[in-house]
């Protein structure tokens, strides 16, 4: 298995590596202050990651998938799903910054490389952890519904709801990063920032993840205002996998943030021309929209599995179902049985009651959601759960006594950050499918959000004609509920363990198992994320099993009556940092999105 440790180590992906001589080149690109040194930035890390080799998993067999590499540090960990954001997070750290400054820098340049699964044009949730006992915090910049916006907007043509101006949430993103680091952040604000205008002005080549998505959407990418020219040549040609991307207007509306702070993003002439752009693709989303977004403090929930602190997100995020499903797996002796057929079987019924709870959950700034989550988190309640699963059989939907349907959404990223303080942050941002709504303004090079997707419409029923829950229903400035379960474990009052996912409702069962894998069995992270895993959601009554999953442990569970169907291998991917009992540090950002971590 691949390691790297500090500067000393090449950084290996598969047989291919990067020296430590052309690692340091690479992250001496993000140090500059000055314009020609950040011109060289974009330059030395294409150098650093491609010619050395760090997507050129040669390890892997045809028709196998690639092993995630495992990253050890001594002193911190940035794990991202986009190797050169792993480098410029832990080039922060390595310059004095601490997680929550890695976490912007990273989050920033996710944001560029990789504009399908998130950026300045979304939202999401930043779960810090601070040092010496300060109380954790869940930044909550989702996306809002804007003062025009009615609950009856998408009836008769839900597609409105995820293509086009009229699926456009206020995005929150850069309020959310400048709140955590106006009150958490150690480095200059516009030094967090340099690293990406530097890509986005001067070019790169995208990441495999990135290009796979560009060119299953060719037909829009060639023809799509501001596409065309981002990731096509204006003349109806698609970029080729090695031509240079650059984002040009995107690196102005950066720097202007990065000189005004998050003012410049939400008033004057950004949000105007934002604004107008959102509206001429028949949006309703105006300046004063923009103007009133707040991000939003909210206390973390928290419980305790096998002794250890679990901080988690609160509503609306998804994080009181991890620690459901956790307390209703804790009364089980997994570690003494390990991954047998009998464990997953309990996983998977875990899930299903999860899911489940997950429909009574929404915006607690609109909805008293109290006693729900007082609920979901009580070791009482998991009892109660535990006593209604059967070692031999699984049940039918009502037995899980849901209340209305499920959400999904597909276009995230996930951000993992320990630093030598023991501050910690996972980091999830979102602009919901891929590319969002679909819409960017050529004069700014944003690119929006289709977060109004997440809310439920009233009369819009599913497959198995269940009726959204009217928890979740739109009315102006509210949050549609997220999948997002940004994770936190402490031991003994350190951090041990900091994992999040990206990939829609899979992100929850996904940092289950992961969890569990490193908890109970007692993988290594890179072993306990590459496993693969099971998905159920109670809807659809499936249950997803990935291709590479032991066949022998497929059949136990349809024997015990789990209907079978197949999964993508990558359709949930993991970013996760470890700290070991010696104060080794593992990270690990997932190979299923071919992503590579960096450590101190």
Known sequence: MAHTSGTSTPLVAGDAFVSAADAEAGRRCCRGRRSRVLRVCAAALLATLFAGGVYVLSSATAGAPARSTLVTAKQGAVATDEPRCSVIGADVLRDGGNAVDAAVASALCIGVLQAHSSGIGGGGFMLVRPPHGARPVLIDFRETAGDAATSDMFIGDITRAQVGGLAVGVPGEIAGLHSAHSRFGKLPWHRLFEPSIALARDGFVLGPAAYHEVVAMKSHMVHAPGFNTTYADGRGNLLGPTDTVRRPQLADTLEAIAREGPRAFYEGRIARSMATAIQDNGGILTVDDFAAYKPVDR???????????????????????????????????????????????????????????????????????????????????????????????????????????????????????????????????????????????????????????????TNQTNGFGLRPSPNNKIVPRKRPLSSTSATIVENNGRVELVVGASGGSRILTAVLQVVVNVLDFGMRLDDAIDRPRLHHQLIPETLGIDPLFPSSLANALAARGHKIAPIPHGNSVV????????????????????GVAAGI
């Open 299 to 457: 206390e973390p929930v928290e419980g305790f599995y096998h002794g250890r602190r679990v901080l988690t997100g609160s509503p609306p995020t998804s994080g009181s179902i991890v620690l459901n499903m956790l307390n209703v797996l804790e009364g089980f002796t997994l570690a003494a049985e390990g991954p047998s057929a009998l464990n997953y079987h309990r996983l998977v019924e875990a899930m299903k009651f999860g899911a489940a709870q997950r429909t009574v959950l929404a915006d607690p700034s609109f909805v008293d959601i109290v006693a729900n989550v007082s609920r979901q988190i009580s070791k009482h309640f998991a009892a109660d759960i535990r006593a209604n699963i059967s070692d031999a059989e699984t049940f039918g939907l009502a037995h899980y006594a849901p209340e209305y349907d499920v959400l999904n959404n597909h276009g995230t990223t996930h951000i993992s950050v320990l630093d030598k303080d023991d501050m910690a942050v996972s980091l999830t941002s979102t602009v919901n499918l891929e590319f969002g709504a679909r819409v960017m303004d050529p004069r700014t090079g944003v690119i929006f959000n289709d977060e109004m997707d997440d809310f439920s419409t």
């Open 575 to 594: 970013q996760a940092v470890h700290r070991l009992p010696s104060g080794l540090i593992h990270a690990v950002s997932d190979a299923r999105k071919h």
